[in-house]
């Protein structure tokens, strides 16, 4: 698994949230459902803290 971003998408019917593979079994089992995509968590910056 190379590179490998993980897209987390939203099923707004159920408001809870769902990794790529979880997000279209959860389709496949509720077409009428709708997911949306998610941004990437932002990266983490290194600030000083002073």
Same mark, same amino acid.
């Given at each position: 698994?190379? &590179?490998?971003? *993980?897209? /987390?998408?939203?099923?707004?019917?159920?408001?809870?949230? =769902?990794? &790529?593979?979880? *997000?279209? /079994?959860?389709?496949?089992?509720?077409?009428?459902?709708? =997911?949306?995509?998610?941004?990437?968590?932002?990266?983490?910056?290194?600030?000083?803290?002073?």
């Amino acid at each position: 698994m190379q &590179g490998f971003m *993980a897209i /987390r998408y939203r099923c707004v019917h159920c408001n809870i949230v =769902l990794s &790529g593979e979880g *997000a279209s /079994r959860h389709y496949l089992a509720n077409p009428t459902h709708k =997911l949306e995509k998610l941004p990437p968590p932002p990266k983490p910056v290194k600030n000083p803290t002073r």
